[in-house]
């Protein structure tokens, strides 16, 4: 976090006015949320029985077996598409330019197409080649095109972030372009991009609840079946549970990339150098 | 071809649909967003707090998940709106956040000179914030918006799935109704998309520059 910069430490009378605000401030926040509550509640979302439906074990098994088909797509998917999004960085940073730019034209195109076009895409057009694809891989071949594209940027950008002394260093010792890649850059580039690169795997198993469009039963799918089954007001702490789950094993990714960054950081001091800034494009896609 | 030539007018709705939805969103999203920076670097801690609470739930929900929020939800509590109204509401919720982040870096990268001139003279954080800091910190985050506004366009196509007659819709139905035509029509949607974002992303990639060299 950075120092407060807007304000000072506050005298006096400074002080008595952020208590005022603080005040002022919660009260606004609690007439929000007290507005929001008493709508609910007359409406009896937090009847105790409504939200006893999340112990009944049918519930449980059913929204644990969507969560582990979630987690299934979101785990094959991040391994293809960060092996090919490595391949991508590689192929975009090729010298030779009838390799750098049909791949660096591919990273466009599937950056700039909208996820769920592209796993429509898959899912109603393979089949139309002759290819069956059932959802799930519909699914992956979507979030792997996808995301693929845009590790591969960040990729790219991780070992165009380091100083060019280091490759003209690999090259002055006789190394080949993908020997200085492979034993010099890369190992400097992913301690750079690796916040980044969470953080996009994190996008990844957020986006997997787009399953839910083609009838992939993940954890959304399995949570709305359940609702429609139980009836629409149960809908209330259904959805609530599923939105606990996403956040609860986002978070879980983002602080265990925040312990390895620091760990990093700490064997190898600012030798890691600045972090990629990832573009807000891709963390809020 | 003819799927497509036949049904311009289908895919003229959609792509009105999506423009509309994306920039009603758009400008909703950035008020918020600003709201939300504002909040979270003001003096006063709990504002701080409500902010730092909606960004870290919001990013780590899927935009779906928010979606059954508005759609499924709302209803339960006998708030009614068409669908359009409430992919707005979805889409704007859940693009706040990020927004509000990139607004932010802004407001942290603005040099700290400015703020204490700013107080220097006396005026108030509000005052300060609004007049100095903002200003500023806009500019300078400029790429960085549009990059947010090309993932909500994208993001836009997820309204298909609540009954939102966008691009993405258009394209489905059009798809499951000619099932011989399915890729030059869905390759046509495609193109549409494009036609958006790629200029867009061009023009930040060109700004960034700009930016970068100017500071």
Redesign the interface.
Known sequence: M?A?????V?GPR?RRR?AV??AV??LV?AALLGLAVA??A??G?FDAELWKVLTQGDVQRLLGRGLVATLQAAGIAMVLATALGALLAVGRLSPRGWIARPVGAWV??F???????LI??VF??LP??GIDVPTRVALIIGLTLYNSAVLGEIFRAGILSLPRGQNEAGMAIGLGRGQALRLILLPQAVRRMLPAVVSQL?TLL??T??G??IGYTEL?RN??SA?EFLG??Y??PI?TA??VV??AV??SL?YTARLLDRSTRRRYGQAAGPTVQR??????? | MDAITGNLDQYWLGFRTTVELAALSSVLALTLGTVLAAMR???????RA?GTAYV??V???????VF??VV??L????IGLSFFVFAVIAVTVY?AA?FC??VRSG??A?S?GQ?EAA?SIGLT?GQ??RLV?LPQAFRMVI???I??D???I?????A??FGTPE??AV??RL??AN??A??PI?VG??LC??AI??PA?WL?GRLERRVAFAT
């Open positions: 950075s407060p910069t807007l304000y000072d506050a400074g952020i605000g603080s401030g919660v926040l709508r609910l007359s409406k979302a466009e195109l950056r700039g197409l909208p996820l769920l076009l429509v895409f109603l057009g139309q080649l994190v957020k986006d609840s787009l839910f469009v959304l949570g709305r609702v629409g007001k809908s209330i959805y599923i939105a996403y956040i986002n978070a983002s573009s807000a494009v891709d963390e809020a896609a | 670097s003001s003096p006063v801690p709990p504002l409500a870290e739930i990013r780590n929900t899927p935009l779906t998940v059954f929020f499924f939800v209803p339960q509590i006998d693009h990020f982040e990139a407001i942290n603005v700290a703020a107080r954080f300060s914030l800091v790429p960085p918006l990059n947010v090309i993932a909500l994208k993001n836009t196509s997820i298909a799935a691009l993405t394209g489905t798809a499951n099932g011989d399915v890729i869905l949607i495609g998309y494009l974002t790629l992303g930040a």
